[in-house]
């Protein structure tokens, strides 16, 4: 894994996770060379003070790392890492679940990945309780009902606007192909990736500009080629939308080394207030660290 030039910044990173822990291990996955031990050397390699491990639950996802492993985990590791939980909202006991996970520490609700839409009924009931506990929501969002798992929305994300326009006081934090492709506006079907350059800025644009409580999540392979496809208009969208994006990987330097995130952001130059907004502030200000 590369190592990376320390930064005079402090870095958060917003999207992580255990692939690897007691009784787990996928001999078939490559999240399975991801331990707990192996996560924390990734930090120390990338100069990362703290980062948000995310728990993977839901019917449709087939390696899951429990809500309650991930608790453990974090514990060892408390001034490095930060939990949040993840349910399945089609279970009858959700909502108890999450309330039980918050009162055991985890800071929000993430990676969330059940397969439907994002305004249906359960959903809207997670976003309520999200609201209620005062803690943010990591979505992940699909580009079509076809795909192994991920929330799902319209190809306009008009179900996610309604949804983020009614839930004012629940910060969202969007991640996934399904949300990243739409920083154009011409948004090619069934696509998850699209190529070149960013004519006109899309919906994913206009809803971080109009709704103060939905932030970007740039990790992957969406949100690194939402900025690295057009590198004029990526670093004219995160000048201008530095206060609504989070510094994130999900580990993506394991899989595909050659896009390490934290190079491809400091190739752009920004300004030093914007890459303390991407790095950590605005993280720590979601889940009040």
């Known amino acids: 894994m590369p190592k990376v030039v320390a930064l005079p910044f402090r870095l958060f990173d917003c999207h992580t996770h255990i692939g690897c822990y007691r009784d787990i291990a996928n001999r078939s996955s490559m999240w399975n060379k991801v331990s707990l031990e192996t996560l924390i050397s ?3 390699g990338l100069n990362v003070a703290k ?3 995310l728990p993977t639950y839901s019917w449709n996802v087939t390696l899951t790392m429990p809500t309650e492993y991930v608790l453990e985990a974090c514990g060892k590791y408390p001034d490095r890492l930060m939990p949040f939980c993840a349910v399945e909202v089609r279970e009858q006991i959700f909502e108890e679940r999450v309330v039980r996970y918050v009162d055991m520490g985890c800071r929000g609700l993430g990676e969330h990945t059940s397969k439907i839409s994002v305004d249906h009924e359960l959903n809207l009931k997670l976003y309520r309780l999200c609201g209620k506990l005062e803690i943010p929501i ?8 076809s795909e192994a798992y991920g929330v799902t929305d319209l190809p306009d994300l008009k179900g996610l ?15 996934g192909p399904g949300w990243w492709r739409h920083i154009s506006a011409h948004v090619p079907p069934n696509v998850g990736y699209p190529e070149g350059p960013v004519e ?35 670093k004219k969208f995160l000048e ?22 934290i190079k491809l952001l400091e190739n752009l130059n920004l300004a030093a207030e914007a890459y303390e907004n991407i790095y950590h502030k605005n993280l720590e200000r979601l889940v009040k660290a």
Not at 161 to 175: C, P
Not at 202 to 220: H, K, Q, T, W
């Open 51 to 53: 980062a948000i491990v």
């Open 240 to 261: 201008r939308l530095n206060g609504k994006t989070l510094y994130g990987t999900d580990l993506e330097v394991f899989f595909t080394p050659e896009h390490p995130h």
């Open 200 to 234: 006109e800025p899309g919906r994913a644009v206009y809803l971080l500009e109009n709704y103060p409580n939905i932030y970007g999540d740039l990790s992957a392979g969406s949100g690194y080629n939402a900025i690295a496809r057009d590198l004029a208009f990526g």
């Open 138 to 145: 990591l979505m992940h969002l699909a580009i079509t009902n």
């Open 161 to 175: 606007e309604n949804v983020v326009k009614e839930y004012s006081n629940v910060d969202f934090i969007m991640h």
């Open 42 to 44: 990734y930090l120390d």
